[in-house]
C-alpha cells in the first residue's frame, strides 16, 4: 500500500532508474478518498507517508542505513532558527533528506528557494518525491538519489542553507574506501581524524568541502561526538573552516527521536566565518527544543583547547579549590582486562570443566560492584571465573593437560581463536589478569559511577576500572574514599555517548576532584 500510495501521488514524474523498479512491482493506489485524506495531510504539513514507513519497517531494521526520521517539532525549531538568522535563503540543501520533512519545512519557510534533497534509499526517495507532489512543491526539488557524499553543486544566486538529520551509522558500516576518503579530505584540510567515525561525521565534512562563505546550516545528530575521541575531527571543523555558531544540547531525558536512544545536539555553522566565540545552550525541555534560545558565549580559544565540549555546555571546568587533589594523584586507573569473546573466557556452565586452579573469580559484570554490600567487595563466593590458562602447556600435569585440551577445541568451535583480541594475543588462550586493585569502579551507565573496596581480591575483565594506588593508603583511607566518591562524584564528569550512557574513561576517573583532608 505504501508504494502504491506514493506510485499514485508521484504521476507520471520522471524518476531514477532504481525507483522505477520499484514502481513497476505495484499498480497505483485507486482509493480515491484514502488519496484525498493523505494529500490533504500531506498539505497540512503532516507526514503521513514517512509515518506508514517507520511503521512497516521497525527501527532495528532501519539502524544499519540510519534511518531515523526527525519529529516535527524538532524540525520547525531547526526552521525556526534558521529564519531567525535573516539570510535571503535561495537555496537549501538536505543530505540524507528521508521523506522530506526538512525539505517541505524549508521549502515553506523559504518561498524563494529550491531544494536539493540526496536521499540513498530509492523506496524512501519515492516518498518524498509523493510528498512534494502533493505538497505542490516538486517544480522547487530536485530528488538526487544517491549518497551525499558524492554531491556537487554549482553556485547559487545567494546563500545556501543545509539543514537535516545525517544518517547515524556506525563506523562499522563504513566501507574502507569511504573511511579512506574521509582521512584523506580531513588531512587535505590540514585536520586529523579517525576512522572510528560515524557516517554523521563524513556528512560534517562533506558539507565543509561544498559550502561557501554566506552558506549557513544547522544539523541533528548523536551528541557523542562532543566528547569522543574520534570526534575531534568534528570539533576542529567547527572551530576552523565549519565556522561553529551555536550548539544546543538536548538532555538524555528528552527523547529527540522516538525509535533511537540516543542523546542529542542540534548543530548550527556558518562556513568561512572568523568567529571569536561559540554560543552553547543546554535543552531540557520541549518548548526550548522547540525555539532553540541563544546559550552561553564560549571563547573560541577555550573551544579549540577543551577535549570535551560537553563541559563547555555545563560552564566549563570546576576550578581546582585550595585543599583539592585530584583522583589521579593517588591512583593509576586502570580498564580490566579485555577477554576477546567473554562467553568463553567467562567460564559458564555450558563450556567443558577445568581444575579451579585455571578458574579466576572476577568482577565480570557492573552490578558487582554497584549491588555490593556495605560498597565493598568482600567474598569472592558469588562472583563467576574466569579462565586463564598458562602461556605454556607443555609442563603441566597429563590430567590438566587433557581437560585443557578439551576445552580449547570447544573454544575454537565458538570462535575464540579467530578475533581480534585472539589473533593479538600470544598464545592466543592466555587471558592475563591483572593483579586485584583495592578499589574498583563501574564506568558505563546512565548514572555516577559506582565504587567498591575490594577487600576480597576479585580480579577484573573490561567491565569496570580497577584504582591502582600510587603510593602506600590505609585500609581505612581507602574506605573514606569509597564512600566519598560514591555520595560525591557526578556523571557530568564523564563522557556522553550514544544512548545517553555516560561513560568514564580512565583520564576522565583521574580528573576527579576530591578534598585532600580525606587522607588524613
Not at 366 to 372: Q, R, W
Request: with cysteine; net charge positive; glycine share 8%.
Amino acid at each position: 500500500m505504501l508504494l502504491a500510495l506514493a506510485k499514485a501521488l508521484i504521476g507520471a514524474q520522471p524518476v531514477s532508474e532504481a525507483e522505477q523498479q520499484l514502481l513497476d512491482t505495484v499498480p497505483a493506489c485507486a482509493d480515491a478518498a484514502l488519496l484525498k485524506a493523505t494529500t490533504a495531510d500531506i498539505r497540512a504539513g503532516g507526514d503521513p507517508l514517512g509515518a506508514l514507513f517507520c511503521t512497516l519497517f521497525h527501527a532495528s531494521t532501519r539502524r544499519s542505513e540510519g534511518q531515523t526520521f526527525t519529529p516535527d517539532h524538532v524540525v520547525q525549531g531547526m526552521v525556526g532558527w534558521a529564519r531567525r538568522q535573516g539570510k535571503p535563503v535561495r537555496r537549501l540543501v538536505d543530505p540524507g533528506a528521508g521523506s522530506g520533512r526538512y525539505t517541505l519545512a524549508g521549502l515553506r519557510a523559504f518561498p524563494q528557494a529550491e531544494a536539493v534533497a540526496v536521499e540513498k534509499d530509492p523506496l524512501v526517495a519515492l516518498l518524498l518525491r509523493a510528498n512534494l507532489a502533493a505538497a505542490g512543491l516538486t517544480h522547487r526539488a530536485t530528488v538526487l538519489v544517491g549518497d551525499y557524499r558524492e554531491l556537487s553543486l554549482s553556485p547559487a544566486q545567494g546563500p545556501t542553507l543545509f539543514i537535516g538529520n545525517p544518517p547515524y551509522v556506525r563506523h562499522h558500516e563504513i566501507s574502507p574506501g569511504w573511511k579512506t576518503w574521509y582521512s584523506y579530505c580531513l588531512a587535505h584540510a590540514g585536520l586529523k581524524g579517525s576512522q572510528l567515525a560515524g557516517l554523521h561525521l563524513h556528512f560534517f565534512l562533506k558539507t565543509r568541502l561544498l559550502a561557501v562563505p554566506g552558506d549557513f546550516g544547522v544539523f541533528v545528530t548523536a551528541a557523542e561526538w562532543m566528547d569522543v575521541n574520534y570526534g575531534q575531527a568534528l570539533r576542529d571543523m567547527l572551530a576552523n573552516g565549519l565556522g561553529g555558531t551555536e550548539v544546543f544540547v538536548v538532555s538524555p531525558a528528552l527523547r529527540v527521536f522516538e525509535d533511537a536512544m540516543v542523546s542529542a545536539a542540534i548543530t548550527c555553522f556558518e562556513p568561512g566565518a572568523e568567529r571569536s566565540s561559540l554560543r552553547f545552550q543546554p535543552i531540557n525541555d520541549l518548548e526550548h527544543l522547540a525555539t532553540l534560545p541563544a546559550g552561553r558565549e564560549v571563547a573560541m580559544a577555550a573551544a579549540r583547547t577543551e577535549t570535551k565540549w560537553s563541559i563547555l555546555v555545563r560552564g566549563g571546568r570546576p576550578a581546582r579549590q585550595a585543599g583539592q587533589i585530584e583522583l589521579g594523584e593517588l591512583f593509576q586507573v586502570s580498564r580490566g582486562q579485555v577477554t576477546g569473546l567473554n562467553r568463553v573466557w567467562v567460564h559458564s556452565t555450558h563450556a567443558p570443566d577445568l581444575p579451579a586452579s585455571y578458574l579466576i573469580p572476577a568482577i565480570t559484570d557492573a552490578a558487582d560492584i554497584s549491588t555490593a554490600a556495605g560498597q565493598e567487595i568482600a567474598t569472592l563466593d558469588r562472583l563467576r571465573r574466569v579462565v586463564s590458562l598458562p602461556r605454556d602447556l607443555t609442563g603441566l600435569p597429563a590430567a590438566h593437560r587433557r581437560t585443557i585440551e578439551t576445552f580449547l577445541d570447544w573454544a575454537r568451535q565458538q570462535g575464540a581463536h579467530e578475533g581480534y583480541i585472539a589473533r593479538h594475543r600470544k598464545p592466543w588462550w592466555h587471558v592475563h589478569l591483572r593483579d586485584p586493585a583495592p578499589i574498583v569502579m563501574t564506568y558505563m551507565g546512565r548514572r555516577p559511577p559506582a565504587f567498591a573496596l575490594n577487600t576480597a581480591g576479585a580480579r577484573l575483565i573490561n567491565v569496570a576500572h580497577g584504582l591502582y594506588p600510587r603510593q602506600p593508603l590505609q585500609q581505612a583511607q581507602l574506605r573514606r574514599l569509597v564512600q566519598w566518591l560514591n555520595a560525591n562524584v557526578s556523571i557530568d564528569a564523564g563522557r556522553v555517548y550514544a544512548g545517553g550512557l555516560t561513560k568514564f574513561e580512565p583520564s576522565e576517573a583521574m580528573r576527579i576532584l576530591l578534598p585532600e583532608q580525606l587522607l588524613r
